[in-house]
């Protein structure tokens, strides 16, 4: 079963999005900003990151830099996740290290694939 | 109008429009599981209310240039008529038979509307204070 650790502080987005993951078969470990998922992620090695960028403590991309600078998390893929529809934002994600991006309101099919995609490269490599 | 630049509007907009489709998406998918004709109906309603809201956003707020008064006075008109349909659809309906697994999340699409509603009301007081 894939870890996914979801890195959210919005309680409503964190609640509907982990439930319709764990319905899908994913385990799922919540962070509620920035440093507590830089944290997680160190201790905890899931296999994959959603990434909210608009975060307290430690922002999504700054927590992004972090993860990606460490070797140890360097290899976990971070998709991010935003409410910001704008290209700027895609291309501020990527450039911060994040593997890929995905806007809010969440499609869930989209998104299902995106991580499908990121976990099978991340197993290849 | 409250000193919000298209970024940060959208983003105010979009978070509980997010809410609204996530938890309705959430009823139907638990509706069909249970085979529950009524919430499925139910749900179906406020998640097309909540894609109108997301077309009503993208649509009309492609640019700075829609940030003018007047066109955001008829944006916020068709926001209120749609949140009334997501607020009555929302209401929980005694002939489900699985009524008391879902009150949770209809509570939320509520909140969220009610949210909604409060935010465009604060940019409107804001606006004839202004």
């Not at chain 1, 608009?54 to 971070?78: N, Y």
């Not at chain 2, 009524?38 to 894609?51: D, F």
């Not at chain 2, 009524?99 to 969220?112: C, F, Q, V």
């Amino acid at each position: 079963m894939p870890k996914i650790l979801l890195v959210e502080d919005n309680e409503m987005n964190r609640d509907m999005l982990s439930r319709r993951l764990v319905k899908k078969g994913y385990a799922v470990e919540l962070a509620l900003d920035g440093a507590q998922g830089i944290e997680l992620a160190r201790t905890n090695h899931p296999d994959l990151i959603l990434m909210d960028m608009s975060l307290p403590v430690i922002s999504g991309w700054d927590a992004t830099r972090q993860l990606k600078a460490d070797p140890v998390t360097h290899p976990i893929p971070v998709l991010a996740l935003t409410a910001h529809a704008m290209a700027a934002d895609r291309d501020q994600a990527l450039a911060a290290g994040c593997d890929d991006y995905d806007t809010k309101p969440i499609e869930l099919a989209r998104l299902l694939e995106k991580i499908e995609a990121l976990l099978s490269r991340s197993a290849a490599q | 109008m409250k000193e919000l630049n298209l970024r940060s509007l959208k983003h105010e907009l979009r978070t509980p429009v997010n809410h609204i489709l996530g938890y309705s998406e959430l009823l139907l998918e638990s509706a069909q599981d249970a085979g529950d004709d009524t919430l499925m109906t139910q749900a179906r309603g406020i998640h097309s209310n909540g894609r109108k809201l997301v077309e009503l956003i993208d649509h009309n707020l492609a640019s700075d240039e829609h940030m003018e008064t007047a066109r955001m006075g008829e944006l916020w008109a068709g926001f209120h008529v749609i949140l009334d349909q997501i607020m009555k659809a929302s209401t929980p309906n005694s002939t489900s038979q699985w009524l008391g697994s879902y009150t949770g999340d209809l509570e939320k699409i509520r909140r969220a509307a009610t949210q909604l509603t409060a935010f465009l009301q604060d940019l409107d007081t804001s606006s004839h204070a202004s």
